[in-house]
């Protein structure tokens, strides 16, 4: 019930691409679903986040769709680059507040 | 940049050995954490503090004691170090427990052999 379950485990697209990573969750008091980005010898930073009340968030080119009938959610980066080139983590906040966070992706993009 | 400094970078040690690493922060945020990061596990919480001497268990404590005098610093130690504990060893502070968002450190390799 504490899972988040992310895929695909990597990515490869061209830039200008639109890489999709997708989560599911099974702990419908899961209140924060947020996404971390991170890079190459560095540690995780809040990219995006979305609450289970709304379906959609856009900040610049990264979007956050969210589906709480089939509890999943997807982040979607549109035009990518290869600056968006890091390991990408999705997350559930529970009720006590602790981050459950998903596996991972790594996403590389080809110039 | 959050103010997180991780201390030491790299580490390499045998089995056996006690090994602590060091968590400082500037920011003056109450809740401090200790990850773990491994290849298809993704980040594992360890153990987080909620305060100067309040600390609690995540889910993969076992093995791991952690301490925190100065709201400032907090610290995680290995008593006995096994090569199952080669890992990357992140902090990460917040404002509140509930948070929303972590700020983490640059992260703390260790390899036991």
């Known amino acids: 019930q504490q899972q988040v379950k992310q895929s695909p485990q990597s990515l490869i697209v061209q830039k200008g691409g639109i890489p999709i990573i997708n989560c599911a969750y099974e702990?419908?008091?899961?209140?924060?679903f947020p996404w971390y980005q991170q890079f190459p010898g560095k540690g995780p930073a809040l990219l995006i986040a979305?609450?289970?009340?709304?379906s959609e968030k856009k900040e610049g080119r990264f979007t956050i769709s969210f589906n709480k009938s089939a509890k999943q959610f997807s982040l979607h980066i549109m035009d990518s680059q290869p600056g968006d080139s890091a390991t990408y983590f999705c997350?559930?906040?529970?009720?006590?507040?602790?981050?459950?966070f998903g596996k991972g992706t790594k996403l590389s993009v080809k110039p | 940049d959050a103010g997180i400094t991780q201390s030491p970078r790299h580490k390499v040690t045998e089995t056996g050995t006690p090994v602590t690493l060091r968590c400082h922060q500037t920011?003056?945020?109450?809740?401090m954490y200790w990850y773990r990061q491994d290849p298809g596990h993704g980040l594992r919480l360890i153990h987080y503090?909620?305060?100067?001497?309040?600390?609690d268990k995540g889910e993969v404590s076992d093995g791991y004691s952690v301490s925190r005098s100065k709201t400032e610093d907090f610290l995680l130690t290995l008593e006995s170090a096994t090569s199952s504990q080669t890992s990357v060893y992140f902090c990460?502070?917040?404002?509140?427990?509930?948070?929303?968002?972590?700020?983490f450190g640059e992260g703390s390799r260790l390899t036991v052999l």
């Open positions: 990460a502070i917040s404002r509140e427990l509930i948070a929303g968002e972590l700020f």
């Open positions: 997350a559930g906040r529970g009720s006590q507040g602790n981050l459950i």
């Open positions: 702990n419908t008091a899961f209140d924060y």
């Open positions: 503090s909620y305060g100067v001497k309040d600390t």
């Open positions: 920011e003056n945020h109450r809740y």
């Open positions: 979305i609450r289970p009340d709304v």
